[in-house]
Structures are given as structure tokens and as C-alpha cells.
């Protein structure tokens, strides 16, 4: 089934590459249109590995020559993607010194004496690990055998209805409580890229965090627990002891710093002015520097994975692509419309909004959901009578959002890892999904009206 969905992708994409364009569209238009369904095709589908796809698409862009090299590998001079590398240096950096786990284990041991207190201590401790470790696949990896190892000791078994909860809990949070954290997720990244690369707009950390974080962070992980305890209901039979914790190593303490001071500079980075991915990068180099660094130099070459550095790049390069050949425009004079955004009527757009943006991941994968609105900010602005800035965070609406598991990578991972069933993931996705469209959007537009968002 797959097999066939990948070629009518590519037979689509064929037609509209080859098609004479209707009148009033270029050439170029519908050259970069087949462009672009190829490669979100390719991306929804996972025809290729995400890093793959983008690299073919960078490749075949400037081989047909849709927009000049410069703007093609546009991604790569953003700051955002030094984010990304600094974050890639840190995730690797909290793994390889037991930091992660340590915290992990310190944490969700004491909290065995309920299954909802143990679920709750789970989505907290992803919570936090959102923080400290850029990466939500490195998260994922980290907390399933640690999560795996603790529900057989308290007598939740595999494929249980608790095991199944507690699992889905923790893939869950890391991912959708990280989109309420800009260096957190691969969609916060992209997102802040796009908007630098398309528009010349940087997002803050702070502000960010002060917009995204009360409703899609806070009010989401009540929601994640709430969900859970009800579609996954369990008992514990018998509280965990809690496991004594040796004393932090050298390494540990070094990295804690250096975590420390990169939190402290990214939160207050509208005072000091110092952009997110530098801080980034210099905290990436920082773990591998001899005497104060936590890895050897050979970490560099050996273990870190760069994939989602080029995956992300490759996005960033669509949207400068998709607005630079004019396809954003033609896409918006198609699309928009059809919702009919009104200037004045802030909810009514703020839903109509939210509800494309989650759409526009179902047809993509959330992580490359941003490369298609990013382009469309400017008209957004325009038909809602909106700031650029707010047009831009309303992507972020749809992507916190996970209608289905394979829009989102890590997810079907987790999966993997845990043998838990498409059916009972989507189920899950799926409770959770509607009760964010009924309380948490309609919460999240009266947060941004108390803050003056909408300008």
C-alpha cells in the first residue's frame, strides 16, 4: 500500500511539474509546486528518511533551477540551524554522561505509590527534560527503558492497559509539550528558521515561552495526564523503592552548568540581545572543549547524528524556495479565501487558523508543517489584521496538535520501541486532539488576548 502511495506521489507531482501552467501562473510556479509535492510526499509517506528527502530536494532544486542556489541553501545561513547543531552536541551530551537518566530515575522513583501520580511524575519529568534536551527523539529514547524497566517492577506488564498509558504518556508529552519550547522540537525550529529566512523575523526564546508555554505547555500536560488515567486506567500493585543515587560525577556537574547558564541565557535573550542559536552553539562547543567539556573530540565524528541538521536545512530551503518563485502566493490565493479570514473578528480566525495549520500537518508531518505556513504569513497578517509575529506563532497551533501518529516521527518510534499498536496510538492522539480544539484553543486565544498578541 505504501509502494503504490509513493508512485502516485511521484506521478502527481510529475503532472504538475510538466503540466502547462493555467493562465496567469509561471512556469517556475508549477515547476516548484512538483517540487514541493514530491518532497512533502515523499516526507508524509516516509518514502526516505526525512534527512534524504531534503537532501534530493536541495539537489533538484538547483539542478532545475527553480530559484538560485543562494536562496536553495537559504536554511543554512539561518541561526536557527546552528540551534539545532548546538542542540544535537547537547542531547548527545546528556546521554553519553547518565545525566538524563540520572535525573529520570531520581524523579519518577518516588512517585510509585499511585498509577495517576506515576503518569503525572512521568509528564512532568518529559516536561522538564524539554529543557535541558533539545532533541524529542534523544527524549524518547531515554525515558522509554528507563519507564520500561520501572512499570515491571510495580507490576505493570507489557501490552497492560498501565503499560500502555505510562508509555504513551511520556512519547506524548516529549513531543507536544516541546512545542511550547522553541529549541525543544524539530516544528519550533523550523518555524523560527522559516520566519528568519522568509521574512527576517527572529523569535525569542522568552517570548516564545511567555506566548506558547502557559496553554499549549502547562494546560496540555493537565490534559496529557487527565487523558491517559482515563483511556489507559490502571493499579499498582506494588510501590517501587526508591533507588538509591550515587553521587554526580565531574562530568555530570560540568554539563549542569553549562545547561544552567545556556537556560539562563536563552531565557533572558530579549534583554541581553544574544540570539538563541548562538547561545546554542556555544554551549554545543562548550561539551566538547578539553578540561571543561563532558565528551571527547571524537564524539563529533563518531556519535553525534546530523540528520536532522540537514533535515530542518532542507525545510527552511522550501519555504525560502515556495516564497522566493511566488508559489506562496499562488497558494494563498487558493487557500485563503476559502477560509475567509475576517480583520476584527480575532477568535473566529484564531480557530479557522488553528484548524488549516493542523490539516496542513495531516497532509505533511508536523515538523514540516511550517515550511508551508511560514510563506503565507505575510497575506495571514494581512486578511486578519494581525502583527507578522502573531500570524507566524498560529503554525505553532496545529503543530502542538497530533491528529495522527505518523505525522510525527518520534512518535512511530516510540512506538516501535514500546510494541504499542497503531490502534491504540491513534486512539490516544485522537482524545487528546479533541478536547484541544474545545478548551485549549478557545483558553489559548484568551491568553493571547490578555497579553495584547494580536496587537
Request: hydrophobic share 60%; with cysteine.
Amino acid at each position: 500500500m505504501r509502494t503504490v502511495l509513493k508512485l502516485a506521489i511521484v506521478l502527481v507531482a510529475a503532472i504538475i511539474f510538466f503540466v502547462p501552467p493555467p493562465p496567469g501562473v509561471s512556469p517556475v510556479v508549477m515547476r516548484t509546486a512538483g517540487l514541493v509535492v514530491f518532497t512533502v510526499g515523499m516526507w508524509a509517506t516516509q518514502g526516505l528518511p526525512e534527512h534524504i528527502t531534503g537532501l534530493l530536494f536541495l539537489l533538484l532544486a538547483v539542478l532545475i533551477e527553480v530559484a538560485p542556489a543562494s536562496v536553495v541553501f537559504s536554511g543554512f545561513t539561518s541561526g536557527t540551524l546552528w540551534l539545532v547543531l548546538g542542540g544535537l552536541f547537547i542531547a548527545e551530551a546528556v546521554r553519553v554522561t547518565g545525566l538524563g537518566e540520572r535525573f529520570a530515575l531520581a524523579l519518577l522513583g518516588r512517585f510509585t505509590g499511585s498509577y495517576s501520580l506515576l503518569v503525572s511524575a512521568t509528564v512532568v519529568v518529559a516536561t522538564a527534560l524539554c529543557f535541558v534536551m533539545p532533541a524529542t527523539l534523544g527524549r524518547v529514547l531515554l525515558l522509554v527503558p528507563i519507564l520500561s524497566g520501572l512499570a515491571r517492577h510495580i507490576g505493570l506488564a507489557a501490552g497492560s492497559s498501565g503499560h500502555t498509558g505510562l508509555m504513551l504518556a511520556a512519547i506524548v508529552a516529549s513531543f507536544q509539550i516541546g512545542t511550547s519550547i522553541l529549541p525543544a522540537n524539530a516544528p519550533n525550529l523550523v518555524l523560527a528558521g522559516a520566519a528568519e529566512a522568509v521574512h527576517g523575523i527572529h523569535l525569542d526564546y522568552g517570548e516564545y515561552l511567555w506566548v506558547q508555554f502557559p496553554v499549549l505547555g502547562l494546560a496540555k500536560m493537565a490534559l496529557i495526564v487527565a487523558a491517559t488515567c482515563w483511556l489507559f486506567p490502571a493499579r499498582i500493585e506494588r510501590a517501587a523503592g526508591v533507588r538509591a543515587v550515587s553521587r554526580m560525577s565531574a562530568k555530570e556537574i560540568r554539563l549542569s552548568l553549562i545547561l544552567l547558564a545556556a537556560l539562563a541565557l536563552w531565557t533572558t535573550d530579549v534583554v541581553h540581545g544574544i540570539r538563541p542559536g548562538w547561545i546554542a552553539l556555544a554551549a554545543g562547543l562548550a561539551v566538547m572543549l578539553p578540561r571543561i567539556g563532558v565528551m571527547p573530540l571524537a564524539a563529533f565524528n563518531d556519535s553525534i547524528k546530523y540528520g536532522p541538521y540537514f533535515y530542518i536545512g532542507a525545510v527552511l530551503g522550501l519555504g525560502a524556495v515556495v516564497t522566493q518563485t511566488g508559489t506562496s502566493a499562488a497558494l494563498g490565493a487558493l487557500v485563503l479565501p476559502a477560509l475567509a479570514l475576517v480583520p476584527g473578528e480575532d477568535f473566529r480566525n484564531f480557530m479557522l487558523l488553528a484548524i488549516a495549520a493542523t490539516i496542513a500537518c495531516m497532509v505533511t508531518t508536523n515538523p514540516a508543517q511550517p515550511g508551508l505556513m511560514v510563506p503565507l504569513g505575510e497575506q495571514i497578517a494581512a486578511a486578519t489584521g494581525w502583527s507578522l509575529q502573531a500570524s507566524l506563532m498560529t503554525a505553532a497551533l496545529g503543530f502542538s496538535n497530533i491528529m495522527l501518529p505518523y505525522a510525527v516521527p518520534p512518535l512511530v518510534v516510540g512506538m516501535q520501541l514500546t510494541g504499542i499498536g497503531l490502534r491504540a496510538a491513534a486512539r490516544y492522539t485522537l482524545l487528546l486532539a479533541l478536547p484541544s480544539f474545545a478548551v485549549l484553543l478557545p483558553l489559548d486565544y484568551l491568553w493571547w488576548r490578555f497579553i495584547g498578541y494580536f496587537g
